[in-house]
């Protein structure tokens, strides 16, 4: 999940969360092991709300080990880590 800048990449924040789902869906059926990857943009736009937040599942951890170390996936990490003001995660094993 991540809280968006007011402004980056000469974007508003709405602007630049549609370009993070954009990108974070292109990677859908290009990772190994992935069986889910969703996308959504928060609506209620609360104080306590993030802005973006991905929801991906993966048959094994190394499976989303794999995923992390993608080019693909690599590639995303500039310019949502400069359009980021807080981010947040958890992996788990279910």
Not at 6 to 32: F, I
Not at 54 to 72: G, N, R, T
């Amino acid at each position: 999940m991540w809280r968006l800048r007011d402004s980056a990449h000469g974007n508003d924040r709405q602007t630049n969360a549609y370009l993070v789902k954009e990108k974070l869906e292109a990677l859908r059926g290009k990772m190994p092991g992935m069986t889910a990857l969703e996308v959504g943009i928060d609506c209620s736009r609360t104080e306590s709300s993030g802005d973006v937040v991905l929801f991906s599942e993966f048959v094994d951890i190394d499976a989303l080990k794999a995923y992390q170390a993608h080019p693909e996936h690599l590639a995303l990490i500039p310019f949502i880590g400069d359009a980021t003001i807080e981010r947040r995660i958890v992996d788990y094993e279910a």
